[in-house]
């Protein structure tokens, strides 16, 4: 299985970027995908997360509102649409794919994941 993530860039507060993750290798429209972050000195977090066909999207609160998820399973691509930018959303954002099929709970942990894509950096300035 391999993802590839792009889309990551500069952009000032308040502005807006779309990360793409294109997978292979897996039945991509049986599996969730997640995107999470990490910024540098801090933990990994979770920031969004849909199911396999593309229902019950789920957001860290702290994106609630201004990030956008979803998915196009004839392209084996998911999306997080990101908007109203700010300088706390700076990190490295990595795809991330569910390790069964039809998983529709634990969205949130790293360990229901099983394979990565490589991170795309995010840096928005002040």
């Known amino acids: 299985v391999q993802l590839q993530a792009f889309g990551g860039g500069l952009v000032q507060a308040g502005g807006s970027l779309r990360l793409s993750c294109a997978a292979s290798?897996?039945?991509?429209?049986?599996?969730?995908m997640g995107w999470f972050r990490q910024a540098p000195g801090k933990e990994c977090e979770f920031v969004a997360a849909i199911n396999w066909s593309g229902s019950n999207p789920y957001y860290a609160t702290s994106v609630k509102g201004r990030f956008a998820i979803s998915r196009d399973n004839a392209k084996n691509t998911v999306y997080l649409h990101m908007k109203t930018l700010k300088p706390e959303d700076t990190a490295v954002y990595y795809c991330?794919?569910?390790?069964?099929?039809?998983?529709?709970?634990?969205?949130?942990?790293?360990?229901?994941?099983?394979?990565w894509g490589q991170g795309t950096q995010v840096t928005v300035s002040s």
């Open positions: 290798g897996r039945t991509f429209s049986n599996y969730g």
């Open positions: 991330a794919i569910r390790g069964s099929p039809y998983s529709n709970s634990d969205y949130t942990r790293t360990n229901m994941y099983d394979f």
